[in-house]
């Protein structure tokens, strides 16, 4: 089945920039997420990269996507402590509804 | 926001009772969804609905039953509920993406329901 996979955790100094990275299995992927949860609430989503794009930049966030390799990152430049929380990588694939989310990644700031 | 909402918000119970979650959501979207947010596990996806009465199952559907009778309500119940239920359950809705149309089928959350299972 589809499997998406990230690392648990990122500290990353305040300033610095953020990079977290996801792999994912299905290689019929049609759309790929990253979505935040801060904490107590739910997950909203960050962006969006359609699977026949390779870069998507909004404002601070950068996401590129290698679909040869299944291989998606997510940066955030200037990194402040407003964005302490837990980044989930997300896939839609072509066959059916479902939405697959990986285990998130804790994205600690430092000062 | 979307309106989404869930109850119970928090419940307490015993090993063996039936339990139900209701989803109730007021943007007329198509697809409902359950998750449930474990450590270490991330959200797992539970059962998912693409219309009335049109359900099917996701990653850890077994001990898990859900009902869609008509669109604004998704029910997900225990029918036995177990210590390894105990989690934080979260519905999403969207109207899901079409290929290169303007939807992108972004998901939208509640606010969860912290299910304790003794």
Redesign the interface.
Known sequence: ?EDVEQS?FLSVREGDSSVINCTYTDSSS??L?W?KQEPG?????LT?I?SNMDMKQDQRLTVLLNKKDKHLSLRIADTQTGDSAIY?C?E?GYR?????????TRLHILP | DAGITQSPRHKVTETGTPVTLRCHQTENHRYMYWYRQDPGHGLRLIHYSYGVKDTDKGEVSDGYSVSRSKTEDFLLTLESATSSQTSVYFCAISEMASGGAANTGELFFGEGSRLTVL
């Open positions: 089945g648990l049609t759309y997420y979505y609430a739910g997950l909203q989503l969006y359609f989930f997300a839609k059916d509804d479902k939405i697959i989310f990986g285990k998130g």
